[in-house]
């Protein structure tokens, strides 16, 4: 028989549950590896993982993750998508599931991840800490066992039917806010590159910005969360290093799974409400983004 026959024609989301849960139950090794490249606390001891827990009366949570770091005690929720869309407010859902678990004094810090194919990943807009099917495939490849190697082209086999299959669902009332949202910035803001929006999911709220003087850098407004974020792609870490030197107070610096951002927190804008009677608070964002923007140009001899 030919050694490079797929092993099924087809995967779901739960069979990734049944193997994420097992190397999360089982092998600590891939537990530090995982909550490291998450760039969350070291992990020194895990408690226990679990699948399909609803706590609070506000939905599943697909995997769930618990571990100590020291005397401290991490959750981590896990949402698992491989071509479904999301489910209206699912973000928010995880947000207040992990909130309710520090109100109630049960773990010290919650922490929401996405775990997606890489190119699911990198088209949501809500979940800032996440790790790629693609990532996990390489990682259980390199262990070299045949259970790790089977492991990984299940994996792999993910990947292959997102891009076969992935259509994202247009939400009517996001697309007429993020037309807006273009309109205005082609009128006030023309250094920025935005592409015009086309199909427009429920979830999205990232508008994504460009400066063609800063190839290599990429402009978030983040409505709901109320901040504006450059992300550096490719930068190496003597770079990484300058610029935290030379932040102003106003600058903040968040580090994300193979880049970082600097960040400047501004009014918080509804992609689900009026456009016009949020002209203030999209204005906020827009102006405040072209400042940090400027300040990256006049600094930019630093990396």
């Not at 850098?217 to 870490?237: R, S």
């Not at 992609?271 to 300040?295: A, I, T």
Request: hydrophobic letters at 40%.
């Amino acid at each position: 028989m030919k050694q490079n026959i797929i092993p099924v024609e087809s995967i779901k989301e739960r069979d990734i549950d049944i193997i994420l849960l097992e190397e999360l139950s089982t092998d600590i090794s891939f537990c530090k590896w995982f909550t490291s490249q998450l760039l969350l606390p070291r992990l020194t001891l895990i408690d226990i993982a679990l699948r399909s827990i609803s706590d609070f009366g506000l939905g599943e949570t697909d995997l769930f993750f618990s571990y100590f770091s020291g005397d401290h005690k991490i959750f981590i929720l896990i949402e698992n998508k491989l071509d479904a869309n999301f489910q209206k407010e699912q973000f928010n859902r995880y947000q207040s599931r992990a909130q309710q678990y520090i109100n109630n004094n049960v773990c010290d810090d919650a922490y929401c991840v996405l775990i997606a194919p890489k190119d699911y990943c990198k088209n949501q807009n809500e979940f800032e800490k996440y790790l790629t099917y693609e990532d996990i495939a390489i990682k259980l490849e390199k262990k070299g066992t045949k259970r790790s190697l089977f492991k990984s082209k299940l994996f792999q086999i993910g990947v292959e039917k997102l891009r076969r299959g992935y259509q994202p669902i247009n939400s009517i009332p996001v697309q007429n806010f993020w037309l807006l949202y273009w309109g205005f910035k082609e009128k006030f803001y023309p250094n920025f590159y935005m592409k015009k929006p086309t199909i427009v999911p429920h979830n999205s709220d990232w508008p994504m910005l460009f400066d063609g003087e800063l190839p290599k850098i990429v402009f978030y407004h983040k409505l709901a969360q109320g901040n504006v974020d450059a992300t550096f792609n490719e930068f190496d870490k003597e770079a990484e290093f300058n610029i935290k030197n030379i932040l102003p107070e106003w600058i903040k610096f968040q580090k994300h799974n193979k880049a970082f951002s600097l960040r400047i927190f501004v009014e918080k804008t509804d992609r689900f409400s009026s456009f016009n009677s949020q002209l203030n608070s999209v204005k906020n964002g827009l102006d405040e983004m072209y400042k940090l923007r400027n300040w990256i140009l006049v600094n930019k001899k630093f990396f």
